[in-house]
T-cell receptor, first 116, second 114 residues
């Protein structure tokens, strides 16, 4: 029962480098999202998706790209890393909660990203 | 836009005592979900309790219960018989039924004193 698999757990990037954080879920959830967690600021929504082929911006989308080609996968791309993107990143998935589905989000283990 | 406010950055409780964490939210929607998540030092996000807005009855899960006041837009978490393992960051979260977006408060760091 894998749930939400997020990789890598740790990453160090140099300013200007690009990378992709991977997220996969095996629960057939429609809804997937990416958050960043910074001290004192809680979890802030970066991008989210309500189904394959559909994505939308959250509170802090600048500098990040997403795509959703399958129900299972929702990668987050950093186009040109900046020190301000140093953070802990979480991927989450959930059902819509309708038709008796559970509405709570299931989270990956998080990625600690440092940009130097 | 919806917002979630946790006004207590840090709280402390003695082992075996009861503590209440506060959360307020702002929304114009009538259909939504509220959650409390726990994040221990391992940084794993763990669901503590869930409340559907259409349910008047307060949710309970063992030692955890909520006081859901829909008109006041308040959703506090009560932890009874606190244990050392309850020490963690606690996040209040709101999920819109219309958009499915899940947003979080800034968290309350709970310390449990032996």
């Amino acid at each position: 029962n894998a749930g939400v698999t997020q990789t890598p757990k740790f990453q160090v990037l140099k300013t200007g480098q690009s990378m992709t954080l991977q997220c996969a879920q095996d629960m057939n959830h429609e809804y997937m999202s990416w958050y960043r967690q910074d001290p004192g600021m809680g979890l802030r929504l970066i991008h989210y998706s309500v189904g394959a082929g559909i994505t939308d911006q959250g509170e802090v989308p600048n500098g990040y790209n997403v795509s959703r080609s399958t129900t299972e996968d929702f990668p987050l791309r950093l186009l040109s890393a900046a020190p301000s993107q140093t953070s802990v990143y979480f991927c989450a998935s959930s059902s819509t909660g309708k038709n008796g589905g559970r509405a709570e989000a299931f989270f990956g283990q998080g990625t600690r990203l440092t940009v130097v | 836009a919806q917002t979630v406010t946790q006004s207590q950055p840090e709280m402390s409780v003695q082992e075996a005592e009861t503590v209440t964490l506060s959360c307020t939210y702002d929304t114009s929607e009538s259909d939504y979900y509220l959650f409390w998540y726990k994040q221990p030092p391992s940084r794993q996000m763990i669901l503590v309790i869930r409340q559907e807005a259409y349910k008047q009855q307060n949710a309970t899960e063992n030692r955890f219960s909520v006081n859901f006041q829909k008109a006041a837009k308040s959703f506090s978490l009560k932890i009874s018989d606190s244990q050392l393992g309850d020490a963690a960051m606690y996040f209040c979260a709101y999920r819109s039924s219309a958009t499915n977006k899940l947003i979080f408060g800034t968290g309350t760091l709970l310390a449990v004193q032996p």
